[in-house]
């Protein structure tokens, strides 16, 4: 591994002008971009450490009912934070599947999202929960939607020199809920094949009023499924109908074939995850979800 210079700065504007330099790069739980220097995928001679910024591992829920997550919290905190799980529960399962234990006690949300991975388990419950993100850089923070900052394998819109600073999960919706599945060959330890989250919010008639649905490794980045999401606007959520969104889905994605999985068989496991993950968001509001 190339030798670097290693900071440990305190706060974010520290941080933001320590990664304003050329071949600065954020760490925070090291994860992928560890491995990644090792095996010489990517460089970097100045490292700033995230972990010791108050404010990036903090989790706060705020008067409005919105959460801000700091971008270096980790999926262990995530996970176990009390309204992230009361509120967020498909954020919350979804950082449970980041790896093991001990990858979750070190693994960032922030670097899951930085790290642009098209596969990336926590990135698709964050979008079907609209969240945004907070962006520090030298000329001061800015706020986006987090679909803004993915631009492709490996790629995010952040400039050199920008700074993920917390992603906020909007109010709860009342009649609202949301699930994330994934497909993976193997149960733990592995990446998905593919993977849906469905965000889903009833009317007092029981018709679904809003949905989001996020495809996950059928893309560059996580991808909506607009045409079908379109076709649940108003409708009852009849199981022919979740059934139909899921076929919709799977020709809004657009996957390509590798060694983990053909385009066709992604195709087939979007339309049923899609099915699956929208009855569960309709199964969790009958239940009494918040
Ligand atoms: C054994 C193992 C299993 C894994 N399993 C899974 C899995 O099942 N699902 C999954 O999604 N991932 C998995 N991963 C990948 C990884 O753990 C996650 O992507 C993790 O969330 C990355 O977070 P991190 O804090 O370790 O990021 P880091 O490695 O510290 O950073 C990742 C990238 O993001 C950048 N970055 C980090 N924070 C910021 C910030 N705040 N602002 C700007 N840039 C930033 C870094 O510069 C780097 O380029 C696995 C990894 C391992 C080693």
């Not at 919105?66 to 980790?74: D, E, F, L, N, P």
């Not at 949300?109 to 990135?123: E, F, H, K, W, Y």
Request: include cysteine; glycine fraction near 8%.
């Amino acid at each position: 591994m190339q030798a670097f210079e290693y900071l440990r700065p305190e706060t974010v504007e520290a941080a933001v002008a320590a990664l304003n330099e050329s071949g600065a790069r954020a760490l925070a739980g090291g994860t992928d971009l560890v491995p990644q220097m090792r095996e010489g995928r990517r460089s970097a001679s100045r490292i700033v450490d995230l972990k010791h910024i108050g404010e990036l591992t903090a989790i706060t829920v705020r008067p409005d009912g919105s959460v801000a997550i700091g971008a270096a919290a980790t999926a262990t905190a995530v996970s176990r934070h009390a309204a992230i799980a009361a509120t967020y529960p498909a954020v919350a399962s979804s950082v449970r599947l980041i790896g093991g234990v001990q990858v979750q006690n070190r693994a960032s949300l922030g670097g899951n999202i930085c790290n642009a991975a098209p596969s990336a388990d926590a990135v698709p419950a964050l979008l079907a929960q609209d969240a945004r993100a907070v962006i520090a850089s030298p000329q001061g923070r800015r706020e986006s939607s987090l679909a803004e900052l993915l631009h492709g394998p490996g790629r995010t819109s952040l400039s050199p020199g920008e700074l993920l600073v917390s992603i906020v999960l909007p109010p709860h919706t009342p009649r609202s809920a949301a699930a994330y599945l994934r497909f993976t060959p193997r149960r733990e330890m592995d990446i998905a094949i593919a993977g849906v989250a469905a965000w889903i919010a009833l009317d007092a008639r029981g018709a679904i009023a809003a949905a989001r649905i996020v495809l996950a490794s059928v893309a560059p980045t996580a991808i909506r499924a607009p045409t079908a999401e379109a076709k649940l606007i108003g409708e009852q959520p009849t199981s022919a109908l979740l059934t139909e969104a899921g076929r919709l889905a799977a020709q809004d994605a657009r996957p390509i074939s590798d060694t983990r999985g053909s385009a066709d068989y992604r195709r087939t496991l979007v339309s049923v995850l899609t099915a699956r993950a929208l009855a569960d968001g309709c199964a969790q509001i009958q239940a009494g979800a918040p």
